[in-house]
T-cell receptor, first 113, second 113 residues
Framework: DQQVKQNSPSLSVQEGRISILNCDYT??????FLWYKKYPAEGPTFLIS?????DKNEDGRFTVFLNKSAKHLSLHIVPSQPGDSAVYFC????????????FGTGTLLAVQP | EPEVTQTPSHQVTQMGQEVILRCVPI?????FYWYRQILGQKVEFLVS????????KSEIFDDQFSVERPDGSNFTLKIRSTKLEDSAMYFC???????????FGEGSRLTVL
């Protein structure tokens, strides 16, 4: 039961251009959505989040957009840098007594110099 | 900067042996988690722990798994009798809020032979 899906296993972008990573979810009960970045042999690192009542959140080069009617969110990185090359996981949060994250399968971003 | 620390970084064990993975969460955090990632797959939720008890566990977290917070600082995951399919990277995470922002450790790689 894949509640959080990232349909693109990989993405390659030129340095300086925009990277757009996509994520779809199925459960309307999620209250927050988050993006994590992961390098090999390291734990996931929190990047940015968005509440389910918002449609956009921006932090520096990173912007997350949420389309609740489509159950879709995206992470925009502008401009992309080679150091951004990593696996990006979308995660959705169940609140209340559950309070856990459900992760997508990840998208490997390669930013070419 | 405070961080979640995990030991060991890598453990190799024989099938059927008991394994204990250790974690020191960030000191003022209240929510504790174990996740795992089988090579090439997504990060999967195992268990969440709050107020000295398990708040939720996944189907993966069967009777062979247990967690403890024995002394107020450590948070351990025990696998009683390891199976080949338990080979994975195990991540400990902790958090303060109910918005899903979790801080992950570097992971413990478990190899079951």
């Amino acid at each position: 039961d894949q509640q959080v899906k990232q349909n693109s296993p990989s993405l390659s972008v030129q340095e300086g251009r925009i990277s757009i990573l996509n994520c779809d979810y199925t459960n309307s009960m999620f209250d927050y959505f988050l993006w994590y970045k992961k390098y090999p042999a390291e734990g996931p690192t929190f990047l940015i989040s968005i509440s389910s009542i918002k449609d956009k959140n921006e932090d520096g080069r990173f912007t997350v957009f949420l389309n609740k009617s489509a159950k879709h969110l995206s992470l925009h990185i502008v401009p992309s840098q080679p150091g951004d090359s990593a696996v990006y996981f979308c995660a959705a949060h169940y609140g209340g007594a559950t309070n856990k994250l459900i992760f997508g399968t990840g998208t490997l971003l390669a930013v070419q110099p | 900067e405070p961080e979640v620390t995990q030991t060991p970084s890598h453990q190799v064990t024989q099938m059927g042996q008991e394994v204990i993975l250790r974690c020191v969460p960030i000191s003022n955090h209240l929510y504790f988690y174990w996740y795992r990632q089988i090579l090439g797959q997504k990060v999967e939720f195992l268990v969440s722990f709050y107020n000295n008890e398990i708040s939720e566990k996944s189907e993966i977290f069967d009777d062979q798994f247990s967690v403890e917070r024995p002394d107020g600082s450590n948070f351990t995951l025990k696998i009683r009798s390891t199976k080949l399919e338990d080979s994975a990277m195990y991540f400990c995470a902790s958090g303060t809020s109910e918005t899903g922002e979790l801080f992950f450790g570097e992971g413990s790689r478990l190899t079951v032979l």
